[in-house]
């Protein structure tokens, strides 16, 4: 079944999500509360599909994201380490897409970077982050 659904907030989106039984959990709810997509995508932000955000490239549709997350909820705790997904290490190849990176998250969470609790890098993210392994989820 093929959904594509807009919302007009990250409120709304997740709402959604959680209407059509995509987001199962109050811990993926909350966690996708908390972070608003608007701060990563600049058009239609809250509709699920991919969005382009630049350097030729796209943020997956927000049910790829509650999807991912639900998959993983049960290695996700506090002080967990892993990759992908914006995981404590977002690794990029383009220099562009990690300055963005760190951009959209200082808008809303720049505690997250200053604390370490989460980095970016400029790297092949095939070959991971070797200095923060081994990972709790992946």
Wanted: charged share 20%; hydrophobic share 30%.
């Amino acid at each position: 079944m093929l959904l594509c659904f807009k919302g007009s907030t990250n409120s709304e989106l997740v709402g959604n999500l959680q209407r059509y039984s995509i987001i199962e959990s109050h811990r993926v709810a909350a966690a996708m509360e908390k972070v608003d997509r608007g701060d990563f995508v600049s058009e239609n932000p809250y509709q699920d599909s991919p969005q382009y955000i630049g350097y030729g490239a796209t943020i997956s549709a927000p049910h790829m994201h509650a999807y991912a997350l639900e998959h993983l909820k049960d290695c996700l705790n506090p002080g967990s380490k892993g990759c992908g997904s914006g995981l404590t290490v977002g690794i990029d190849h383009m220099k562009g897409l990690t300055d963005l990176s760190v951009r959209n998250i200082r808008k809303n969470h720049a505690d997250l970077l200053e604390s370490g609790r989460i980095k970016i890098v400029l790297g092949d993210g095939r070959e991971g982050y070797p200095s923060e392994a081994p990972y709790d989820c992946m």
